[in-house]
């Protein structure tokens, strides 16, 4: 199976902040690589898709890049409504997921 | 707007069986794949089982493979997780997800609100 590993495990930053979410595979995945939000007692969110395509409807504050067997979750300008855990997945085979990052407020 | 219901789970005994059920609306459900992916509570995501539009292409985790079985009914716009051979490790919420396109393509767009499945003695 591919290891999907992220970069922190938790977070504290503050409202207006700019954050950086790093997710690395355990083999090369190309694009393959989503990106979901998820907050307390509701379902995940899927933020972005193929590594960089905005899902729509999501704010543009958010934005993924890399390929192969790094990438990263930008947010700038965090809002109160982005205090979440965040989770990376591969979408290449076998879908697995990310440890999850929280992102809470400092 | 995208409508994934969850039903059927609840409290069951190591060994025994459980079938959860997922009724859709708001979208052409014929045209997508499907998929089951669960949450232990407090933990991560995994990713359960998956299939195609036409129910030709299925998969599942290793965790569940001989044990689960995934089906649909595009009739009835419903997808279905028959359990068996239930552990208590396999205790979470599971959620019924729709992909992004008809294929298996593992890009879980709409999400249902879950549904609880303990599994203990």
């Known amino acids: 199976d591919i290891q999907m590993t992220q970069s922190p495990s938790s977070l504290s930053a503050s409202v207006g902040d700019r954050v950086t979410i790093t997710c690395r595979a355990s083999?090369?995945?190309?694009?393959?690589l989503n990106w979901y939000q998820q907050k307390p007692g509701k379902a995940p969110k899927l933020l972005i898709y193929a590594s960089s395509i905005l899902q729509s409807g999501v704010p543009s504050r958010f934005s993924g890049s890399g390929s192969g067997t790094d990438f990263t979750l930008t947010i700038t300008s965090l809002q109160t409504e982005d205090f979440a855990t965040y989770y990376c997945q591969q979408s290449y085979t076998s879908y697995t997921f990310g440890q999850g990052t929280k992102l809470d407020i400092k | 707007e995208v409508h994934l219901v969850e039903s059927g789970g609840g409290l069951v005994h190591p060994g025994k069986s459980l079938r959860l059920s997922c009724a859709a609306s708001g979208f052409t459900f014929d045209d997508y794949a499907m998929h089951w992916v669960r949450q232990a509570p407090g933990k991560g995501l995994e990713w359960v089982s998956g299939l195609s539009w036409n129910s030709v292409s299925i998969d599942y985790a290793d965790s569940v493979k001989g044990r689960f079985f995934i089906s649909r009914d595009n009739a009835r716009n419903s997808v279905y997780l028959q359990m068996d051979s239930l552990r208590t490790d396999d205790t979470a919420f599971y959620y019924c997800?729709?992909?992004?396109?008809?294929?298996?393509?593992?890009?879980?767009?709409?999400w249902g609100q879950g549904t609880l499945v303990t599994v203990s003695s």
């Open positions: 997800v729709k992909d992004i396109v008809g294929a298996v393509a593992g890009t879980f767009e709409s």
């Open positions: 083999q090369s995945i190309n694009n393959y």
